[in-house]
């Protein structure tokens, strides 16, 4: 019962979207609210969650970069799959290139500001 009301509350005010086709290649600038280093049988795998600026989400499994909350990141992934979590949809990235990573935290310290 609890799960089925959070679900429906994330339906009804969730802005986020699927963002672009199955396979193919789009850019993305977004914001990690979340991450996670995990050790696989493959090696360590940095994931991330990103939202962008239209409220879209996004998971990326192997980021392959260290990355913190609060960062933004400009790259260009490949769309995996859509995956739907309590009713908030994701758009699952990978072969991901991360062209720029940007921390106003990190500029803010190192100007003085």
């Known amino acids: 019962m609890y799960l089925e009301t959070i679900t429906k509350k994330n339906l009804e005010e969730s802005k986020s979207e699927y963002v672009g086709k ?3 290649k789009i850019s993305v600038e977004a914001d990690v609210y979340n991450y996670q280093i ?3 049988q493959f090696g360590i795998q940095h994931s991330c969650k990103l939202v962008d600026e239209n409220g879209n989400k996004y998971i990326v499994n192997n980021i392959g970069r260290v ?8 790259m260009t992934a490949k769309v995996k799959e ?19 990573i940007f921390n106003l935290e990190d500029d803010a ?4 500001l």
């Open 22 to 24: 199955i396979g193919e």
């Open 38 to 40: 995990k050790e696989t």
């Open 67 to 74: 990355v913190k909350k609060g960062d933004s990141i400009k």
């Open 82 to 100: 859509y995956k739907e979590l309590l009713g908030v949809k994701f758009t699952v990235l990978y072969y991901c290139k991360i062209s720029n």
């Open 109 to 112: 310290n190192k100007y003085n």
